[in-house]
C-alpha cells in the first residue's frame, strides 16, 4: 500500500476539485432524516394516537436504556465489554430515533427526533422505571439488562404484524438486536451466577432490586408468560433463586418516574437547552 | 543470545546467531515483513512491544476525553456518532494488544505496566474537553494527526502491527472526516458555536502538534526504529504534513491557527511554522499534563472495580471446563 495514496485522499478527499467546496473534507453530511427513503404513509383507518403513543413509550424506554450504558463507557470490567455495552447501546439509540421519527410523523405535531430527546421534561417521558434506575454494579447492569431485553424482544416480536408497516419494520430490524442484547445478558448472567461467591451474592442483590420493577413491564402489552419462563430458565441455569417480589406502585408508562429520571435527563439535555438556536 | 525477551526459544536448525541476523536484516532489505514466527533481534522485539503497547494505551485512555460528552451529545445523532468513534477506539485497543500479544507479552501485563507508570500513552489525552467543540476538534486535530502517524506505519516491517493499521487507519480517517463535519456545521451554525470551535482550535493546535514527538535532532530512538522500517518517517516530516493538510482546511472553516508564524512559504511550497513549546510536551509525558492523574484514576479503578467480574468469569469457565472433564469421565 502506498501510504502517500491514504494520505493525498485524507487531504484532498475522494472528489477533490469536485465544486463541492470543503464538504470534500467531511463525511456525514446530508443524513439528516432517519426515515429517508421509507414509505411513511399512515395506512387508513389506524388509530394514530395510539400508535404515536406506543412508539413514544417504545422509543423512551430504548433512549433511557442506552443513555444508562453509555455511562459504562470508559468504565467497563474488561474491553470486550466496552465494545459489547456500547454497541448494544447504539442498538437501542437507532431504535430510539426511528421510533420518534415516526411518532412525530403520526401525533400531529411533526416534531423531530431531537424535539422528543431534549426539549420534554422527566413528566412527559413514557419509560418504564426500571430503564432509570442508576447502572448500580455490573451485576445490576447485567439482570436489568437480561429483563429488559427479554420484555421488549417479545413486545417487537409481536410489533411484527403491527397494521402500521413502519413500527413493524423498526420491530423487524430490533428483534435481530434484541436476540443479541439477550444473549449477552444471559451469557453474563450464567457467569456471575456461578463464578465465585461473590458474584452469586450480587446477582441475588441485583435481582432483588430489580424485581419490584418488574410487574410494571406487564401494564400495556400482556408478554408477561412468556417473558417470566425465559428468565426463570437463564436464573435456574446460573443457580440463582426466581426473580419475584411485590410490585412498587406507580408506572412510568403513565409519566410517574423515580427521582432518577430527572437528572438523567438534566445531563442528557444539557448542551441542547444551553443553545435552543445551535445547530448540530 | 539464546532467548529472547519473551522466553522464546532460539530457532530451530542449528542455524547460528550471524545466520539468523542476516536473514532478518535481507527480509528488511527487501521491505517484506517479518512474521511473529520469525527469529528477530532483541531490540526489535523490544521496541516493537513498546511502541505497539503504548499505541494500545494510547486507543484505551483516548477513549475518555470524548467519553465525558457522550451523555450531553446536543443531538441524537451526534451522540450515535460519538458513541461508534469511542467504540471504535476500545476495538482499536483490542486489535493492538493482539498485535502486541503475537510478540510474547500478554494484555494484562501490559495493562499492569500501563497503570504501574510504565509504559506511557499519547500525551495529548492529558488535555482536558471544555465544551462540545473539542469532540470535533479532537476529530480533525487528534485524528488527522494520528493519521499522519499512523498511514505510514501500514508498511511497519512488523507483519501484525501492520495489517492492524490499516484497518484503524480507515476508521481514524472516517473519524477526522466526521470531526471536520461537526465543525462545519458548529461554524455555521450560531456565535456562540463559532465561538466554542475557535477556542477549541486554540486550546488544541498547539498539543496536536506535539502528537508528532520531539523535533528530529531530540529524538534518541527514531534513528534505530527507521533503520528497522518500523518507522518510515522523522517526526518533523510528519509534522510538517499535517500542518499541509490542515491549514486550507482552516481556512475553509473559517477559523484561525494560533500561530503568529504560520505562512506560506513558496520556495520550498510548504508552510513555516512556529515551534512548539516542547518543555511543556516533557512535562506532560512526565506526568504534570492537566489530567494525567484524572486519566489514570479512572482507568485504575475501572480495572479495580471489575477484578470481581473477571474472577468470575475465569471461575465460571474452570467449573465449566472441570464439569466437562467429568462428565467425558463418566
Not at chain 1, 448472567?189 to 465465585?196: V, Y
Not at chain 2, 486489535?95 to 510504565?118: F, H, I, K, P, Q
Amino acid at each position: 500500500m502506498s501510504d502517500d495514496h491514504v494520505y493525498l485522499s485524507l487531504a484532498q478527499g475522494p472528489d477533490a476539485g469536485a465544486d463541492e467546496g470543503d464538504a470534500r473534507w467531511a463525511f456525514g453530511t446530508g443524513f439528516e432524516d432517519p426515515l429517508h427513503g421509507v414509505d411513511t404513509a399512515v395506512p387508513a383507518g389506524l388509530d394514530t394516537a395510539a400508535l404515536a403513543a406506543r412508539c413514544l413509550a417504545l422509543a423512551d424506554d430504548a433512549l433511557v436504556s442506552a443513555q444508562r450504558l453509555t455511562e459504562w463507557t470508559t468504565r467497563a470490567p474488561e474491553l470486550e465489554e466496552e465494545v459489547a455495552l456500547a454497541n448494544i447501546a447504539l442498538d437501542l439509540l437507532g431504535q430510539a430515533r426511528l421510533l420518534y421519527a415516526r411518532c412525530g410523523q403520526t401525533d400531529g405535531t411533526g416534531r423531530g427526533e431531537d424535539a422528543y430527546a431534549y426539549f420534554r421534561d422527566a413528566a412527559d417521558f413514557r419509560n418504564v422505571r426500571l430503564a432509570e434506575l442508576p447502572n448500580g454494579d455490573f451485576a445490576f447492569t447485567i439482570v436489568r439488562l437480561l429483563v429488559l431485553s427479554s420484555w421488549r424482544l417479545a413486545e417487537l416480536q409481536r410489533l411484527t404484524a403491527s397494521p402500521d408497516p413502519v413500527l413493524a419494520a423498526v420491530a423487524a430490524k430490533g428483534i435481530k438486536e434484541l436476540a443479541y442484547h439477550r444473549q449477552y445478558a444471559a451469557e453474563w448472567a450464567l457467569r456471575l451466577g456461578d463464578g465465585t461467591e461473590e458474584s452469586h451474592r450480587r446477582m441475588r442483590a441485583a435481582l432483588d432490586a430489580v424485581a419490584p420493577y418488574l410487574d410494571e413491564l406487564f401494564a400495556a402489552c400482556d408478554v408477561r408468560e412468556e417473558v417470566t419462563a425465559v428468565l426463570a430458565q437463564v436464573t435456574e441455569a446460573a443457580g440463582l433463586p426466581p426473580l419475584e417480589g411485590a410490585a412498587l406502585p406507580g408506572a412510568g408508562r403513565e409519566g410517574t418516574h423515580t427521582a432518577h429520571l430527572a437528572p438523567l435527563l438534566a445531563e442528557l439535555q444539557s448542551v441542547a437547552r444551553a443553545h435552543p438556536e445551535a445547530a448540530w | 543470545m539464546t532467548t529472547t525477551e519473551s522466553g522464546a526459544p532460539p530457532a530451530p536448525g542449528g542455524t547460528g546467531p550471524a545466520d539468523l541476523q542476516e536473514r532478518f536484516e535481507a527480509t528488511i532489505a527487501r521491505d517484506q515483513r517479518v512474521e511473529p514466527r520469525d527469529w528477530m533481534p532483541d531490540g526489535y522485539r523490544r521496541t516493537l512491544i513498546r511502541q505497539i503497547a503504548q499505541h494500545a494505551h494510547s486507543e484505551i485512555i483516548g477513549m475518555q476525553p470524548e467519553a465525558a460528552w457522550i451523555t450531553r451529545a446536543p443531538s441524537l445523532r451526534r451522540k450515535a456518532i460519538l458513541l461508534a468513534k469511542v467504540q471504535d477506539e476500545a476495538g482499536h485497543g483490542l486489535y493492538l494488544y493482539s498485535a502486541a500479544e503475537t510478540l510474547g507479552v500478554d494484555r494484562a501485563e501490559l495493562n499492569d505496566r500501563l497503570l504501574e507508570g510504565r509504559q506511557k500513552y499519547s500525551s495529548i489525552f492529558n488535555y482536558p474537553t471544555l465544551t462540545f467543540a473539542d469532540v470535533g476538534v479532537i476529530g480533525w486535530f487528534v485524528d488527522g494527526a494520528a493519521i499522519c502517524n499512523q498511514v505510514p506505519l501500514c508498511r511497519s516491517s512488523y507483519g501484525p502491527y501492520a495489517r492492524a493499521m490499516v484497518r484503524v487507519c480507515k476508521e481514524e480517517s472516517f473519524h477526522q472526516r466526521q470531526g471536520y463535519e461537526l465543525l462545519r456545521t458548529m461554524t455555521r451554525g450560531t456565535k456562540a458555536q463559532r465561538e466554542m470551535v475557535q477556542d477549541a482550535v486554540n486550546r488544541w493546535w498547539w498539543p496536536s502538534l506535539m502528537m508528532f514527538g520531539p523535533p528530529d535532532e531530540n529524538s534518541p530512538n527514531s534513528a534505530q526504529s527507521m533503520a528497522w522500517k518500523i518507522k518510515r518517517h522523522s517526526n518533523d516530516e510528519l509534522r510538517q504534513r499535517f500542518v499541509d493538510m490542515t491549514v486550507p482546511q482552516a481556512e475553509a472553516l473559517g477559523v484561525t491557527l494560533p500561530d503568529p508564524e504560520l505562512r506560506w512559504n513558496e520556495e520550498r511550497g510548504r508552510y513555516d511554522f512556529g515551534t512548539p513549546d516542547f518543555d511543556e510536551l516533557v512535562r506532560v509525558i512526565k506526568g504534570e499534563g492537566p489530567c494525567n492523574a484524572e486519566r489514570m484514576e479512572r482507568r485504575r479503578t475501572a480495572h479495580e472495580e471489575g477484578a470481581w467480574v473477571r474472577e468470575a468469569a475465569a471461575a465460571h469457565a474452570a467449573k465449566q471446563a472441570s464439569r466437562s472433564k467429568r462428565g467425558m469421565a463418566a
